[in-house]
């Protein structure tokens, strides 16, 4: 209201933004036998740090089991491939043979798929992991940051953990809760984007 009594004031055009929606997403079960593995990575900061977070379920969207871990240095990119190498790392650790990645970074999505992008220093593990994975049914595939919230609560949540520290839950955290069961009833997110609104300029 502040702004508004300014522009009238002195006669200057209002911009507005309205926010309209945009593209809704939901979470998706995999099929049967197949274990789906949500991803994220999330770094902030001038000097990022990076965290990341993955959560597996199956096809009745029985919950498997959940990570989140803080990994230090990392730019956005970075965090993004540790997210997806860590959960590929747990599914051998769990002996999983059937499983469905599911990320928001089209760059993990068009490395798995087309081998490139890949940030040069972490080659080498992407390299141990794409291994691990053509000896199993897996696939990787993208979805869009509001299909994929719970993954993005768990990323944030190991911004919060001491450096290079790892959380493992068998069982869900109650920060998760409420996104789980929504997901589980194949309830959408939605997209918002603002739309600047001016007025005409008079002559």
Same mark, same amino acid.
């Given at each position: 209201m502040l702004d508004y009594?300014?522009?009238?004031?002195? #006669? =200057?055009?209002?911009?507005?933004? @309205?926010?309209?929606?945009?593209?809704t997403a939901a979470w998706i /079960?995999?099929? /049967?036998?197949?274990?789906k593995i949500n991803c994220d990575g999330s770094a902030i900061g001038s000097q990022p740090s990076?965290?990341?977070g993955f959560v597996l379920r199956d096809s009745e969207c029985n919950f498997?089991?959940?990570l989140c871990s803080n990994i230090g240095y990392a730019t956005s990119l970075e965090a993004e491939f540790s997210a997806c190498m860590l959960a590929i790392e747990k599914a051998q650790h769990l002996g999983l043979t059937n499983i469905c990645l599911e990320v928001d970074s089209i760059q993990v999505v068009?490395?798995?798929?087309?081998?490139?992008?890949?940030?040069?220093?972490?080659?080498?593990?992407?390299?141990?992991?794409?291994?691990?994975?053509?000896? =199993? @049914?897996c696939a990787c595939v993208h979805t869009l @940051?509001?299909?994929?919230m719970v993954a993005d609560a768990l990323a944030k949540n190991g911004q919060g953990l001491s450096c290079f520290s790892t959380q493992?839950? /068998?069982s869900p955290p109650s920060f998760i809760i409420s996104l789980l069961h @929504? #997901?589980?009833l194949g309830l959408p997110f939605t997209r918002l984007a603002s739309l600047d609104f001016s007025p005409p300029c008079l002559a």
């Open positions: 009594h300014v522009t009238k004031l002195f #006669d =200057i055009p209002l911009k507005v933004k @309205r926010l309209t929606p945009t593209h /079960p995999p099929s /049967p036998g197949v274990v990076g965290a990341v498997q089991g959940a068009n490395a798995f798929n087309k081998g490139f992008g890949v940030p040069w220093r972490m080659r080498a593990r992407w390299h141990n992991c794409l291994q691990f994975c053509s000896g =199993i @049914r @940051r509001e299909g994929n493992w839950w /068998p @929504r #997901d589980s």
